[in-house]
């Protein structure tokens, strides 16, 4: 693979290019944010306490910066970005109707479809899929609804690659070296180690032509394949996904020591 900061591109903003030359108008950008997920890893460390405050504390995705939603920030980051051009957000059905009130007072100046998630961010992503109109060579991206700090540089880069090789995600070279284990109840076992610059460490958003991904999806849900995102389907399916370049800023907001990051991002203006 070679150096892996080499080969994670940069392009700026106002480069979006498809081979034909610019992004051609007729082509649909549409957004998918899952947002149904319980967020448990936020909760408090002590073991008595952890399940009634997980009940009790709103998902991370609602947790608020600033006064605001972890995911009307990362909505924000989307709408402001004129390439995308409807936006569909899937949530638990429980949530749907308060969300929706806090949806309202943004007055967003594109479509925000809200729409029921799934158990699991498969079946969330899938539900989406169901519900967008589009054509096979438009653009869909997914992302994390609890990654508010993305910059319109990584969007504008994933959805140039899609365009380009179809399939495509943000992802920064991996720092620590990576080892892999065989785990038990007791311990776990290292098996191999695996060379740094091979590895990258994968974000969001990720983007596909949309015939890619709903056959990948189909093809997954068929076999009763779960995968750990978007592109270990297309993957599965033998389709290859290219790296663009991420950032360290464009984290997912999962443990507490995350949330203090983020708050001291929001305060910075980041």
Do not use: W
């Not at 983007?207 to 779960?226: C, K, N, P, T, V």
Request: charged content about 25%; aromatic content about 4%.
């Amino acid at each position: 693979m070679g150096d892996c900061r080499q080969r994670l591109g940069r392009k700026g903003t106002d480069q979006l290019r498809s081979p034909n030359g610019l992004l051609d108008s007729i082509m649909k950008v549409i957004a998918i944010i899952p947002a149904a997920g319980l967020g448990t890893r936020m909760g408090p460390a002590s073991s008595t306490t952890r399940l009634s405050a997980a009940k009790a504390a709103p998902s991370k995705q609602f947790t608020e910066l600033g006064g605001v939603p972890v995911l009307v920030h990362t909505l924000r980051k989307f709408v402001a970005l004129p390439a995308i051009e409807e936006i569909y957000v899937a949530l638990r059905l429980s949530e749907s109707a308060s969300f929706q009130v806090r949806l309202q007072q943004e007055r967003f100046s594109k479509p925000v479809h809200l729409l029921e998630g799934g158990e699991h961010r498969q079946q969330s992503v899938a539900n989406a899929l169901a519900a967008v109109r589009a054509e096979d060579d438009d653009i869909v991206l997914v992302h994390d609804a609890v990654r508010p700090f993305v910059s319109d540089e990584i969007i504008t880069n994933v959805i140039q690659a899609a365009i380009s090789h179809g399939a495509a995600i943000a992802g920064v070279p991996a720092v620590d070296t990576i080892k892999l284990v065989d785990r038990s109840a007791a311990e776990a076992i290292i098996t191999a180690t695996v060379p740094r610059e091979r590895a990258v460490l994968a974000q969001t958003p990720q983007g596909f032509r949309l015939g890619l991904l709903r056959r990948a999806m189909a093809a997954a849900q068929e076999d009763g394949f779960s995968g750990t995102d978007e592109a270990s389907l297309l993957e599965r399916s033998g389709h290859e996904v290219v790296v663009v370049m991420g950032s360290p800023r464009n984290f997912k907001i999962t443990t507490p020591a995350d949330l203090e990051l983020a708050e001291f991002y929001t305060k910075k203006g980041s």
